[in-house]
Structure formats: C-alpha cells, structure tokens
C-alpha cells in the first residue's frame, strides 16, 4: 500500500517537474545553492558529501565548484551492485565516468571517502515533506547510506514547489537532518 503510494506520487511529482518554468528552475538554484552556502552546517563542515545533479535537480555543480574553490574537500557517490554506494573525492571535475542511470561518477582514480562527524552530505529527492521525510527515484541508495553513517548532518535541496505535505514512509526509509529550499528550511 505504501509503496503503491509512493509510486502514484513519484508519477505526480515528476510530471510537475517537467512543468516547472526554466526561470523558476534558474531562480530557486541561485537562492538554495546561497543558502547552503551560507548555512553554518556547510561552513563548519570539512568535507561535502555532494551529488552531481542531472536533469532538473537542484543544481549542485555550482556547490561543489563554490566547496572546492572555499578549500573544503568533495565527495561525489558511486552506484554499486546490490544498492550499494560509496563516495570518492574529486579535487576537479575531470575525472569522471557515466555511472548508474547516466550519472556522472567519479573514476576509480579518485580515493574512496569514509563520512566523519565534521562533514555533511546533500540528499537529491524528487519531493519532501518538512519533517525531513524524502522521496527518492525508490532505488534506496542513500536511505542504505544513511542507515550506515547516521551521525551525518544530511542537508535535501528541494524546490519549494516539490514540497509535498506528508511523504509516505516504510521502515527502511531514512528522514534528512535539514530540508532546505529557497523559501524556508527546516
């Protein structure tokens, strides 16, 4: 029942992301990617467990250039077989390779990166709800992370039309420590 739910919500929310106006999507990345960068979170933090956004997602290349030109270390996720994910830090965006579902992946040239207590990490989501509950692609890759490295500060950047009122959960779903859009954070 619950995943029928998120499935018919997935539906909704990915139909009202390809409706969303160029301007808006342009509007709410400068102003989220100026909170974040603003956040004490994000300036208190050594190192960024980031994502390289695709499609219509929050930007997140224009964060990531920012961390490393601000001297602070990136780490970017790599999709493996069974749901797994670990992350490797890049120093630049030169070497990288087509991952799971076309998303760019660092190589195996960059070192593989273990989360401490001084760092956060940005969670994609099509939707979320102010309680930090997210709805993700379903894969489940950072709801297995999360469950992992729970001590970590885990920031969603989200539009602030793709907030939903209530996210439907299961167990094995993991809430974000921040939800943080361009008209609020919570």
């Known amino acids: ?97 087509e991952g799971a579902y076309g998303i760019p992946e660092p190589d195996e040239s960059c070192p593989e990166a273990e989360p401490r207590r001084c760092d956060i990490i940005l969670v994609p989501a099509l939707s979320a709800d102010a309680e930090g509950n997210r709805l993700g692609h379903g894969a489940g890759y950072y709801d297995r992370f999360l469950e992992r490295y729970d001590f970590l500060c885990s920031i969603c950047l989200i539009r602030a039309e793709l907030m939903t009122e209530h996210i439907p959960t299961e167990e094995t779903d993991r809430r974000v420590s921040r939800v943080l859009n361009e008209n609020q954070d919570t």
């Open 1 to 97: 029942m619950i995943r029928e739910a998120k499935k018919a919500l997935r539906r909704e929310i990915l139909k009202k992301i390809g409706e969303l106006p160029q301007s808006y999507i342009d509007y709410s990345d400068s102003v989220i990617r100026e909170k974040l960068l603003a956040c004490d979170e994000y300036l208190s933090a050594e190192r960024i467990f980031a994502y390289c956004s695709i499609d219509r997602e929050v930007d997140t290349r224009e964060i990531i250039s920012h961390a490393l030109h601000d001297g602070k270390r990136v780490a970017l996720p790599v999709s493996l077989p069974h749901g797994r994910m670990i992350f490797r830090e890049i120093s630049d965006f030169g070497h990288f390779t």
